[in-house]
């Protein structure tokens, strides 16, 4: 059982940069794979970033890569997702998740747990 808290959102102007930090409990965090997700209004969930357990594989979707950093700390227990360059179309809900694998995938339905969300909010 893993439980997740996601901290760090907020409203920013864009432009600007925030980072995002999810805390996990549990001994086991260094075996599962993390992943970002976002949902904005009336939209459907969607895939962010992810890490792998070991954090030597990162993964992004084409709308935030060069923009959105993914990394985690084991030892903490924490994965954080820095986020620069923020643009209005970034505004939503943002969720951390957990998988029991080694490679983390791009599809909510393969994570096994997830925070509460933060929301994230980029003024024009």
């Known amino acids: 059982q893993v439980q997740l808290v996601e901290s760090g959102g907020g409203l920013v102007q864009a432009g600007g940069s925030l980072q995002l930090s999810c805390a996990a409990s549990?001994?086991?965090?260094?075996?599962?794979?993390m992943g970002w997700f976002r949902q904005a209004p009336g939209k459907e969930r969607e895939f962010v970033a992810a890490?792998?357990?070991?954090?030597?594989?990162?993964y992004y979707a084409d709308s935030v890569k060069g923009r959105f950093t993914i990394s985690r700390d084991n030892a903490k227990n924490t994965v954080y997702l820095q986020m620069n360059s923020l643009k209005p179309e970034d505004t939503a809900v943002y969720y951390c998740?957990?998988?029991?694998?080694?490679?983390?995938?791009?599809?909510?339905?393969?994570?096994?747990?997830w925070g509460q969300g933060t929301q994230v909010t980029v003024s024009s």
């Open positions: 998740a957990a998988a029991p694998r080694v490679v983390p995938g791009k599809q909510w339905y393969e994570y096994d747990y």
């Open positions: 549990g001994r086991t965090f260094s075996r599962y794979a």
């Open positions: 890490i792998s357990w070991s954090g030597g594989s990162t």
